[in-house]
């Protein structure tokens, strides 16, 4: 059973940048048209979709984060990585980590049941 955990502060101040890092176990980040994605949802709004990280360790991101958004691996760890870089108080969320497989050109999804792996969430306030 794949289960993943993120992990990283629950305070940030403004214009520092936020680090998560998923762990996933029971599989491989590098299983074959496996897609890692970060995932936030801001309080009383809908899930955003934030980028993702192929299984073959290309990276992809939502234009509009896309300057401020890194996302990396670890396959020794067998962990995924997201830096948020300038953050401010709208970038308070819950911050998940997912991920679906797919084939083909990738496209994201803010689908919820379009990912059979969730991690449970963490909380990530935005607070000088």
């Known amino acids: 059973q794949v289960q993943l955990q993120e992990s990283g502060p629950g305070l940030v101040k403004p214009s520092q940048t936020l680090s998560l890092t998923c762990t996933v176990s029971?599989?491989?980040?590098?299983?074959?048209?496996?897609?890692w994605s970060w995932i936030r949802q801001p309080p009383g709004k809908g899930l955003e979709w934030m980028g993702a990280?192929?299984?073959?360790?290309?990276?992809y991101y939502n234009p509009s984060l896309k300057s401020q958004t890194s996302i990396s691996r670890d396959t020794s760890k067998n962990q995924f990585t997201l830096q948020l870089s300038s953050v401010t108080p709208e970038d308070t969320a819950v911050y998940y980590c997912?991920?679906?497989?797919?084939?083909?050109?990738?496209?994201?999804?803010?689908?919820?049941?379009?990912?059979?792996?969730w991690g449970r969430g963490t909380q990530v306030t935005v607070s000088s």
């Open positions: 997912a991920g679906r497989y797919y084939r083909g050109s990738y496209s994201p999804s803010n689908i919820r049941y379009e990912y059979p792996y």
């Open positions: 990280i192929a299984y073959t360790g290309s990276t």
């Open positions: 029971g599989g491989s980040i590098t299983t074959n048209y496996i897609y």
